[in-house]
C-alpha cells in the first residue's frame, strides 16, 4: 500500500512561488550576470555626492537616467519617473516611449530613468514591489499617479490629458 502524503497549505505556496520565480526569471535575467549593459538611454548621472549634477540643463529633450534621489520637480508640470530594469524585457519596451515623451514634450514632461538593480534606493523611496512602475510627480513633488507595467504611449498620453498636465 502507498504511504498517503498529506499536503499543507505552505507546500502548496512553496510550490507556487518556486513555478513562478522559474517562469518570471527568463523575462527579467541579469542581474548578477556581470557584464555591462548596453546603455538603454540617452543621458547618464550616476553620481550620488553632488545632487546638481544630475539635473543639468542638457538633459531637457532627454531621459534622466540616475540613482539620485534628489530631484527638482519644479522646472517641469510633471515627472515621470520610470522605475525599473536596463534588462527586464517590458522594461526595455517602455525606452522608445520614454524617449519620445522626453523629445516630444521636453520643458513639460522630465523623464527619469532608475536601474533597480543596479541600485534599489529608488525602489525602497517609491513604495516598488513590481517592475516596470511609472511615477508621475507634481511640480510640488506630490504624487499624481502609479501604473505598474507596460504603460502604452496614448493610455500615458490620455491620463495626462485628464489630469489636465497636457
Known sequence: MAESRRRTPFSGFLFLLVLSLFILSPS??????????????????????????????????????TNNLDLDFSKHKVTFIEIGADRCIPCKAMQPIMKELAKEYAGTIQVVFYDVWKDPAAARKYGIQLIPTQVFIDQGGKEIFRHVGFFAKEEMLSMLKEKGIL
Open 28 to 65: 527579467c535575467r541579469g542581474r548578477g550576470e556581470g557584464r555591462e549593459a548596453d546603455a538603454p538611454m540617452t543621458q547618464s548621472t550616476r553620481s550620488e555626492t553632488s545632487p546638481a549634477s544630475a539635473q543639468t540643463s542638457g538633459a531637457e529633450g532627454r531621459v534622466l537616467v
